[in-house]
T-cell receptor
Framework: GNSVTQMEGPVTLSEEAFLTINCTYTATGYPSLFWYVQYPGEGLQLLLKATKADDKGSNKGFEATYRKETTSFHLEKGSVQVSDSAVYFCALSRANAGGTSYGKLTFGQGTILTVHP | EAGVTQFPSHSVIEKGQTVTLRCDPISGHDNLYWYRRVMGKEIKFLLHFVKESKQDESGMPNNRFLAERTGGTYSTLKVQPAELEDSGVYFC???????????????FGPGTRLTVL
């Protein structure tokens, strides 16, 4: 079956530090890959996505590249801010060769990020 | 435009009692999903509605869980009778009917935290 593995947390960084959160996946078919973020007291929000190999998703200074050869989708940011403190979830959604999504998301366990001033 | 809303935000019940969670999706979204996160682990898919029909209920843990979406609008998830292991955060998400792209962005509610004592 499909699965997503994220690096163990929590991750604690100082402001302006470089961030990497590792994510690897196992999936059949043609998965789309996502990073979701959950800020305190809020629901999950889509941070970025990539729908095919070698695609790079980016948003709010975060980036992740869909690497089919290593089945990875690591999240990076060059300079984190205190406001980036949140829980980050890597996820995948399968799709068939015709591009129709199966809909349901498979998540990793989440990584808590705390950024100190 | 209002986002996905869930009620209640917290619920504390005793083992053996019944609890009903409600989700109001974004207006016009045909797809509605229920997920659960238990004890800081990964978020797991429970089921998927397309309008009022259950498209995929492969993630429902057992027959103590009953989900409905009468009229294709809001959805309820009833747990009867509740057990200790049902404690966790229940998320609802909604999306438009996917067309074209292989991904299907899901918009999440803030979740209902259920504690079974």
């Amino acid at each position: 079956g499909n699965s997503v593995t994220q690096m163990e947390g929590p991750v604690t960084l100082s402001e302006e530090a470089f961030l990497t959160i590792n994510c690897t996946y196992t999936a059949t078919g043609y998965p789309s890959l996502f990073w979701y973020v959950q800020y305190p007291g809020e629901g999950l929000q889509l941070l970025l996505k990539a729908t095919k190999a070698d695609d790079k998703g980016s948003n709010k200074g975060f980036e992740a590249t869909y690497r089919k050869e290593t089945t990875s989708f690591h999240l990076e940011k060059g300079s984190v801010q205190v406001s980036d403190s949140a829980v980050y979830f890597c996820a995948l959604s399968r799709a068939n060769a015709g591009g129709t999504s199966y809909g349901k998301l498979t998540f990793g366990q989440g990584t808590i990020l705390t950024v100190h001033p | 435009e209002a986002g996905v809303t869930q009620f209640p935000s917290h619920s504390v019940i005793e083992k053996g009692q019944t609890v009903t969670l409600r989700c109001d999706p974004i207006s016009g979204h045909d797809n509605l999903y229920w997920y659960r996160r238990v004890m800081g682990k990964e978020i797991k898919f429970l089921l998927h509605f397309v309008k009022e029909s259950k498209q995929d209920e492969s993630g429902m843990p057992n027959n103590r869980f009953l989900a409905e979406r009468t009229g294709g609008t809001y959805s309820t998830l009833k747990v009867q009778p509740a057990e200790l292991e049902d404690s966790g955060v229940y998320f609802c998400a909604s999306s438009l009917q996917p067309q074209g792209p292989p991904y299907n962005e899901q918009f999440f509610g803030p979740g209902t935290r259920l504690t079974v004592l």
